[in-house]
């Protein structure tokens, strides 16, 4: 029995493949999915270009890093001039009763940023060009902030509600209904089809925001850090994502079965995982981003300037370990399949009330 | 519950407040069986009934002794050609019925060989490799047929199967159905067209508002509604006038009308074997009856009177 099952699964993952992956309909998936690849490889191709230029600079006004690093707010110009010497770009003027002067310094790798208030150093920015684990810090901000919350939750949404709704709006689902499957097995075999799309979209963006993020530094950089944490952290990120299909997967299946009109729940469930992070704690377990984010290799450290609550949208204030996050998913995406493969044997085609 | 035959007992479909059908009770022998009825009677509510695309608000169906909620049993026994006029997308006319083969189990090769099988008894050689929405509307509703036979069904379950047919591959249609039926298996047709509901089925189901009006063999049914529609039958003979006379002299016949010129006797009688008995009688002496034909013995007469003339289309 459960060798025709699988064989059955099987033609239906076959007949799902090209809706899945080819469907017009589903072409802003790829768009969603892929953005973070083309933000990560412009990021990339700047930072090179920008670290060229910084190079140069640093050719021409030579300037120790040990120097650059003793700077202290409070000093005044002529100190940091007879330190550093001229900045390869400077700016002054006056703002209300005080005179403000702007310059920047490179040694190479780091360009700094001095703000002078009346002649005294009130502040320095630096930003660094040659720091891969700080580009990983970015790298989680972005997957925890955008791709698990919106990309993979809205690409799952697209793939997995269409399974079903997609099928009723083009009257086309009644053809499975006919054949010699189980509603358990023809909802196993579509999540699986909807699964196996997601994962291979979702995880090879991953893949390829990684690969252009290391992309601008060289291959001994590239080397170190693989071999310290980044392999690690790779395989991290692709778990995450597997599992946010899965997650999501299963929730979305189950809302593409049960709804007619799916845009209600969905964006009930968009706003559950969005306000998560300021649920108490026995409310928050009941969400897949909880779970996901607590198996992300890395916290994000936004800016300072960051708002406190977007800190809180980024990591978890007590995340789960690692094992209970996946035993978690794993359990919640059951339920939700058991529920869905239950109240499956009770779906009717009624096409004209579509 | 029978092994051998469409059982619905007491059977009730409601969408809402919409009464789909209401107290369906019918015992489908093998043959073919016709439903036949108004645009909303209820023949495809019934035809979801039987095949599990709706379940009933209330009542039993067995198909063969298999529930409709048990799709793996059920359509090991059953094709089903739908009216939904709609395909998956992008598909072939082979690799459609191909790829829904497929779900059944069987090995790739055996789904081939079915698929091949299917397509020919259709017609639809030439045709197997394009996309079925290039398709034109006859041929989408072959290639429905189709797959609604491919995989040898004991039950063939078809909604207006004939809809859009030319006139050869509809008469080779309703040979592969007869042929189906002497193999001793079920065929369920719904349709408009009364003539050929007429011309093939072993028995009628009139359905109307979501109720079985009058179901068994044609004749059956006619012979019911004698009493308030009186059977007519014209008598042509050499003697129309002392013909109408004798009819006259029998108690169940309610009108004898003189045709024109040739045209005979047009009798209406409330007992068929009865006045058949007795032009046995007249003939043995000596009205030279040349012939007698049923005029209102048919699917068409019987709908218009229990149903009503302006629904019925052809």
Redesign the interface.
Same mark, same amino acid.
């Given at each position: 029995m459960i060798r025709l099952w699988c064989i059955q699964v099987l033609a239906i993952i076959r007949l799902e493949m090209k809706k899945t992956f080819l469907s017009r309909r589903g072409l802003w998936i790829y768009l969603l999915a892929f953005a973070p690849v083309l933000l990560f490889m412009g990021q990339s191709i700047s930072t090179a270009h920008r670290r060229d230029e910084l190079q140069r600079i640093a050719s021409e006004h030579p300037i120790s890093s040990e120097d650059l690093s003793t700077l202290r707010t409070g000093i005044n110009r002529d100190e940091v001039t007879q330190k550093l010497g001229e900045p390869y770009y400077q700016w002054r003027g006056r703002h209300g009763q005080s005179e403000q002067a702007h310059c920047k310094y490179t040694d190479g790798t780091v360009d700094v940023y001095l703000f002078f208030r009346d002649g005294k150093l009130a502040g320095i920015d630096r930003r660094e060009f040659d720091n891969l684990p700080l580009f990983s810090q970015i790298f989680a901000g972005v997957f925890q902030s955008y791709y698990l919350r919106l990309a993979v939750f809205f690409g799952c949404v697209g793939i997995f509600i269409n399974l079903f709704r997609g099928e009723m709006l083009d009257k086309s689902l009644h053809f499975y209904l006919l054949t010699p499957v189980r509603r358990e097995v023809l909802l196993a075999g579509k999540y699986a089809a909807g699964l196996l799309a997601t994962i291979v979209i979702f995880t090879s963006s991953t893949a390829l925001q990684w690969l252009a993020l290391l992309w601008q530094f060289d291959d001994a950089t590239v080397a170190a850090f693989l071999t310290t944490t980044g392999w690690s952290q790779f395989s991290s990120y692709l778990v995450v994502t597997a599992l946010a299909c899965v997650g999501y997967g299963s929730v979305f299946v189950a809302v593409g079965l049960l709804f007619r009109n799916p845009v209600v729940p969905t964006a009930v469930i968009l706003l559950w995982e969005g306000v998560n992070p300021f649920l108490p704690a026995a409310l928050k377990k009941v969400s897949m981003i909880y779970y996901l984010q607590s198996l992300c290799p890395l916290t994000a450290a936004p800016a300072n300037d960051v708002p406190g609550f977007v800190h809180l949208l980024i990591a978890p204030v007590q995340p789960a370990t690692r094992p209970m996050a996946v035993i978690s998913i794993v359990l919640l995406t059951l339920v939700v399949l058991v529920v869905a493969a239950r109240l499956s044997r009770r779906m009717e085609i009624n096409y004209s009330t579509e | 519950m029978s092994d051998d035959r469409i059982i619905l007992d007491n059977v009730s479909r409601f &969408?809402g407040e919409v009464l789909g059908v209401n107290r369906v009770t019918l015992s489908i022998p093998p043959g073919i069986t016709s439903l036949v009825g108004p645009n909303g009677s209820g023949k495809t509510t019934l035809m979801?009934l039987i @095949? +599990? *695309?709706? =379940?009933p608000s209330r009542g039993r169906i067995s198909v063969l002794g298999v529930d409709p %909620?048990q799709?793996? /049993? *059920?359509? =090991?026994l059953v +094709? &089903?050609s @739908?009216q939904?006029d @709609?395909?998956? /997308? +992008?598909l072939s006319g082979s690799k459609f019925i191909f %790829?829904?083969l =497929? *779900? %059944?189990?069987r090995p790739a090769a055996e789904c081939r060989e079915v698929t091949a099988r299917a397509i020919e008894q259709v017609g639809l050689v030439e045709a197997a490799d394009r996309k079925v929405a290039a398709y034109s509307k006859g041929m989408r509703q072959r290639i429905r047929l189709a797959?609604a036979i491919a995989h040898d069904p004991r039950v063939l379950i078809l909604d207006e199967p004939l809809n859009g047919l030319d006139p050869l591959v509809r008469s080779k249609t309703i040979a592969l159905f007869k042929q189906y039926a002497a193999e001793g298996r079920h065929v369920v047709i719904s349709s408009h067209v009364l003539h050929e509901v007429d011309m093939i089925s072993d028995q009628v189901v009139l359905m109307s508002g979501g109720y079985i009006v009058a179901e068994g063999g044609i004749r059956g049914v006619r012979s019911e509604i004698q009493e308030e529609r009186p059977m007519q039958f014209l008598i042509r003979c050499r003697q129309p006038n002392l013909m109408a006379s004798k009819a006259f002299e029998q108690d169940h016949v309610v009108e004898a009308r003189l045709l024109g010129e040739g045209e005979g006797v047009l009798v209406k009688t409330r007992d068929a074997d009865r006045f058949c008995r007795a032009l046995n009688h007249l003939a043995l002496n000596g009205i030279d009856i040349e012939g007698v034909i049923p005029v209102d013995d048919n699917v068409h007469s019987v709908y218009e009177y229990l149903i009503g003339g302006e629904e019925a289309t052809q």
């Open positions: - | &969408y979801n @095949t +599990g *695309l709706v =379940r %909620s799709p793996q /049993k *059920l359509f =090991r +094709g &089903y @739908t939904f @709609t395909f998956p /997308k +992008g %790829s829904y =497929r *779900l %059944s189990g797959q």
